[in-house]
């Protein structure tokens, strides 16, 4: 799995060493440090279920069979208008899957003093810690991860020294399943909006994206003795190019949808969330949108899952590709490579592709970045 050496340099200020030593679920009441009292600006769509306008199409994240004809379009429609949607049929074994769950459910099962062994050096990109983006908001939130890119042996040697290589192999398989799919979704993707391999130059002359990188964020969201008040990752878009999450059966990620509603993607049994980023945003002038979203937690049910981060070479330059620019679509963002947008990521986090726009957008949407509510 290929590296990403430096490019989280500018989150460096993660507060790992914050982590209690106490299991989040051992808890009988949220502790201030984690108290978000309203954690959510925006209403759930439940909240809205007697608004009369919603129609039945617009309120769930598409569910899509990629193995059907018509997959390539119904996948175009999604990303346009979703930014997100379920795959089925993917092409992944399940095995796979359920061997990722069974390491999920070892590694946070481990008490955690043997978690913080493995902990997240403060110049270091793998280990145990909170999420990078923790720094943006003013409380704790109600999870713990391990972030994966490249070789986990050296922290799974800590916390496994018996049975390091069979957690190993998991990853190591995960990684090449995903990466797999992501190339696939990507062309699946790009093809509906007329691009073709020559247009993305680090995609490799058969397209098969030898030089990008995968990053892997697992996470467990622990039960919560009040979830109302707890957040188990604040709402966010992803920096990378397209992300591919698996997550139990226990719901929790929830998307904004037009700026105004949370919509839950309920857990679909074997079913992988697939999500535009940032750069494929930056990618298409703006056609696929990167959503807004964000987990929330359960009273009774832990939540597992697996982010997966799919990215350019860090160096490649990304930029809106030439025949989606034209006087009606005028182009919207310049020039990066994903180490510039990160390091600019980590200075103005949701503000970012707003700041980087070239054209204004025609109305605002809500301030995600507002936390003072
Ligand atoms: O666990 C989830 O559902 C979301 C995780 C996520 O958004 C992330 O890791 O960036
Ligand atoms: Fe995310």
Redesign the pocket.
């Known amino acids: 799995m290929a590296t990403i050496p430096k490019m989280i340099e500018a989150y460096k200020t993660d507060p790992v060493h914050a982590l209690t030593n106490k299991n989040l679920d051992s808890f009988e009441q949220i502790p201030d440090t984690h108290d978000w009292v309203q954690p959510n600006s925006f209403p759930s769509f439940t909240d809205q279920s007697n608004i009369s306008d919603l129609s039945s199409d617009t309120d769930s994240v598409p569910l899509i069979d990629l193995s059907l004809p018509n997959a390539p379009k119904l996948i175009g429609n999604a990303l346009r208008t979703w930014g997100v949607f379920q795959a089925i049929n993917h092409g992944v074994p399940i095995s796979v899957l359920n061997s990722m769950e069974s390491l999920l459910n070892d590694l946070f099962d481990l008490p955690t003093p043997q978690k913080l062994k493995a902990a997240r050096s403060r110049d270091g990109v793998n280990g145990y810690g909170r999420?990078r983006?923790s720094t943006f908001f003013p409380k704790s939130m109600w999870?713990e991860?391990f972030t994966v890119s490249g070789s986990p042996l050296e922290h799974f040697q800590i916390l496994w020294p018996h049975d390091c290589t069979k957690y190993c192999d998991i990853i190591e398989e995960y990684d090449r399943e995903m990466k797999g799919l992501c190339g696939r979704v990507v062309w699946l993707a790009l093809g509906e909006l007329g691009i073709t391999r020559e247009d993305v130059n680090w995609a490799g002359p058969n397209g098969d994206f030898p030089t990008s990188s995968g990053v892997m964020?697992l996470?467990s969201?622990p039960v919560c003795p009040d979830p109302d008040r707890a957040m188990?990752?604040g709402v966010?878009t992803?920096s990378c190019f397209l992300?591919l999450?698996y997550?139990n059966n226990a719901s929790?990620?929830?998307v904004l949808r037009e700026g105004k509603r949370w919509v839950t993607?309920d857990p679909v049994p074997g079913a992988l969330?697939v999500?535009v980023a940032d750069l494929l945003q930056i990618l298409t002038n703006g056609l696929y949108s990167s959503p807004f979203?964000?987990?929330v937690v359960n009273r009774d049910r832990k939540?597992?899952?697996?982010?997966y981060?799919f990215g350019p070479p860090v160096h490649a330059e990304i930029s809106p590709i030439k025949k989606l620019v034209n006087p009606t679509q005028p182009l919207l963002y310049p020039t990066v490579t994903w180490a510039e947008y990160l390091c600019k990521k980590a200075e103005l986090f949701n503000d970012t592709l707003p700041s980087i726009r070239l054209s204004t957008p025609p109305t605002e949407s809500s301030d995600v970045n507002d936390h003072s509510q």
């Open positions: 999420f983006i999870s991860g964020n996470n969201y188990g990752i966010h992803d992300t999450l997550q929790g990620l929830q993607v969330v999500q979203h964000q987990a939540r597992l899952s697996v982010a981060f």
